[in-house]
């Protein structure tokens, strides 16, 4: 993917003075607008450079009719720049289908004439979801001639390429949630020796910057990982919780054994699992945590079990499943429920926490969730709660039956996570509850599986007087 860029410099540093001496000519990479055009001009400037080799936009410079080179500046009229970087995101999702990835920057200076103004910038990647249709019925792609830059598409080989792009991406998305750690006999089970197995999960988090070194800077920042993982703050919903202060936050992490630097990112892992007496069980695969430069991750965690000699017989849900399974089935294993709510949220809310850390470029891109479960046939999520019991009264319990459950299933580019601090709580707990579907749990439950796991965060360590 072309990497274009008319500064010699991150587009995060550009500043007014690299504004003024802007000299490329207008073409297949920019655009020059006088004014804030229509907003069906604008979706259609923007959905081209997507659909092509992606460029960048900019309003409020006029070029010269015969060179096609900017020479005048800032003839935007000075006013709110929120406003109008706000007009281009409206526009782009109004006239788009689908919206692409782009970033909207603003500068303030003045023009020849001596006034005040803005110039607006709206760098737009190259897109690998394509086509993006405008609500025109067309598709348009950059010509590179000069006051012409977009044309409706009329060969149909050209939007096959787009097609072909969007199956490049969706096939490298599927590379990239795959299995990279091997499973010891422990985990997958082996009839020959009477070993059972035991249920893993894994969670892939795919960003629209998949293979961009957009949050590099986690290469050589070992301890901001470690200290992410080890202590990632979470921001709490003040509407559902009356007794906590509007600016509670909690912090979740896990202790691990080890961390390290990859090439293309850095990883935490446990060496060891434990068994039910708390004692070091090294036949296990260890939890890992890979967080990558481009912003993607991989969580791969044992999934927590109960052994029902474990249950108290006067337990009231263990009292209900037993008149449904009387006398128990040894092949079927029990899930703590509980346990694994906070372990997903955990894991989910750290990578939102990473994401922020290494500033990927939240404004204009996405980030997706897939999960998998491993090794899970005739595993039965657990949780001591009434509603449980409900459930297990009205439809039987929530036993898996299948060796491998993905969520989503077929396209992973389905549910999107949204990182913004108002959203994030919300968004966590909506993937959540997708992954629980992969158990058996049904979608109705959601609002259970949120007091679950509000009451165990309010059981550890919320200190809602500072809000840490």
């Given at each position: 993917?072309?990497?274009?860029?008319?500064?010699?410099?991150?587009?995060?540093?550009?500043?007014?003075?690299?504004?003024?001496?802007?000299?490329?000519?207008?073409?297949?990479?920019?655009?020059?607008?006088?004014?804030?055009?229509?907003?069906?001009?604008?979706?259609?400037?923007?959905?081209?450079?997507?659909?092509?080799?992606?460029?960048?936009?900019?309003?409020?410079?006029?070029?010269?009719?015969?060179?096609?080179?900017?020479?005048?500046?800032?003839?935007?009229?000075?006013?709110?720049?929120?406003?109008?970087?706000?007009?281009?995101?409206?526009?782009?999702?109004?006239?788009?289908?689908?919206?692409?990835?782009?970033?909207?920057?603003?500068?303030?200076?003045?023009?020849?004439?001596?006034?005040e103004g803005y110039v607006l910038m709206v760098d737009v990647p190259e897109s690998r979801i394509t086509p993006h249709i405008?609500?025109?019925?067309?598709?348009?792609?950059?010509?590179?001639?000069?006051?012409?830059?977009?044309?409706?598409?009329?060969?149909?080989?050209?939007?096959?390429?787009?097609?072909?792009?969007?199956?490049?991406?969706?096939?490298?998305?599927?590379?990239?949630?795959?299995?990279?750690?091997?499973?010891?006999?422990?985990?997958?089970?082996?009839?020959?020796?009477?070993?059972?197995?035991?249920?893993?999960?894994?969670?892939?988090?795919?960003?629209?910057?998949?293979?961009?070194?957009?949050?590099?800077?986690?290469?050589?920042?070992?301890?901001?990982?470690?200290?992410?993982?080890?202590?990632?703050?979470?921001?709490?919903?003040?509407?559902?919780?009356?007794?906590?202060?509007?600016?509670?936050?909690?912090?979740?992490?896990?202790?691990?054994?080890?961390?390290?630097?990859?090439?293309?990112?850095?990883?935490?892992?446990?060496?060891?699992?434990?068994?039910?007496?708390?004692?070091?069980?090294?036949?296990?695969?260890?939890?890992?945590?890979?967080?990558?430069?481009?912003?993607?991750?991989?969580?791969?965690?044992?999934?927590?079990?109960?052994?029902?000699?474990?249950?108290?017989?006067?337990?009231?849900?263990?009292?209900?499943?037993?008149?449904?399974?009387?006398?128990?089935?040894?092949?079927?294993?029990?899930?703590?429920?509980?346990?694994?709510?906070?372990?997903?949220?955990?894991?989910?809310?750290?990578?939102?926490?990473?994401?922020?850390?290494?500033?990927?470029?939240?404004?204009?891109?996405?980030?997706?969730?897939?999960?998998?479960?491993?090794?899970?046939?005739?595993?039965?999520?657990?949780?001591?709660?009434?509603?449980?019991?409900?459930?297990?009264?009205?439809?039987?319990?929530?036993?898996?039956?299948?060796?491998?459950?993905?969520?989503?299933?077929?396209?992973?580019?389905?549910?999107?996570?949204?990182?913004?601090?108002?959203?994030?709580?919300?968004?966590?707990?909506?993937?959540?509850?997708?992954?629980?579907?992969?158990?058996?749990?049904?979608?109705?439950?959601?609002?259970?599986?949120?007091?679950?796991?509000?009451?165990?965060?309010?059981?550890t360590n919320l200190d809602s007087t500072n809000g840490t």
């Amino acid at each position: 993917m072309l990497d274009y860029n008319p500064f010699d410099k991150p587009l995060s540093d550009v500043d007014t003075s690299d504004i003024y001496q802007l000299d490329v000519p207008e073409g297949y990479y920019c655009e020059y607008k006088r004014n804030l055009i229509e907003k069906s001009e604008i979706a259609k400037s923007i959905g081209s450079f997507a659909n092509t080799y992606g460029g960048f936009l900019f309003l409020g410079i006029d070029e010269d009719n015969e060179t096609n080179r900017p020479n005048n500046w800032f003839t935007l009229s000075s006013g709110d720049s929120a406003k109008y970087k706000e007009t281009v995101r409206n526009t782009v999702c109004e006239y788009l289908n689908r919206p692409p990835r782009f970033s909207t920057y603003s500068f303030k200076g003045s023009s020849q004439t001596g006034d005040e103004g803005y110039v607006l910038m709206v760098d737009v990647p190259e897109s690998r979801i394509t086509p993006h249709i405008h609500n025109d019925g067309c598709v348009y792609r950059r010509t590179g001639e000069g006051n012409d830059p977009y044309t409706p598409l009329n060969d149909p080989s050209i939007l096959d390429d787009l097609h072909q792009r969007k199956k490049d991406w969706k096939r490298r998305v599927e590379e990239f949630c795959q299995t990279e750690i091997g499973l010891t006999s422990a985990y997958t089970g082996d009839n020959e020796y009477n070993i059972q197995g035991i249920p893993m999960l894994e969670i892939f988090g795919i960003p629209t910057t998949l293979d961009e070194s957009v949050c590099e800077d986690v290469l050589w920042d070992l301890d901001g990982f470690k200290q992410i993982v080890q202590s990632s703050e979470l921001f709490l919903i003040p509407d559902d919780l009356d007794s906590v202060d509007d600016d509670a936050k909690a912090e979740m992490g896990i202790d691990a054994d080890t961390y390290r630097a990859t090439s293309s990112g850095a990883v935490a892992q446990n060496w060891v699992s434990h068994d039910e007496s708390g004692d070091k069980d090294s036949a296990h695969t260890p939890l890992t945590i890979k967080f990558f430069q481009d912003g993607s991750a991989k969580f791969f965690t044992p999934v927590p079990t109960i052994a029902p000699e474990n249950i108290n017989d006067y337990n009231m849900s263990w009292s209900t499943i037993k008149d449904y399974c009387d006398p128990w089935p040894s092949e079927i294993q029990l899930v703590d429920g509980q346990n694994l709510v906070v372990t997903i949220h955990n894991l989910v809310n750290m990578y939102m926490n990473l994401l922020l850390e290494y500033d990927w470029p939240i404004e204009t891109n996405e980030i997706y969730l897939k999960s998998r479960l491993r090794n899970g046939y005739r595993s039965m999520l657990f949780f001591d709660a009434e509603w449980y019991c409900d459930l297990v009264r009205d439809y039987g319990p929530p036993i898996c039956y299948d060796q491998i459950v993905e969520s989503p299933r077929g396209d992973p580019l389905q549910y999107n996570l949204d990182v913004s601090e108002e959203e994030r709580m919300g968004s966590v707990l909506g993937q959540m509850s997708l992954i629980l579907q992969c158990f058996g749990l049904p979608v109705q439950e959601t609002e259970s599986i949120v007091n679950v796991l509000i009451e165990s965060i309010l059981d550890t360590n919320l200190d809602s007087t500072n809000g840490t």
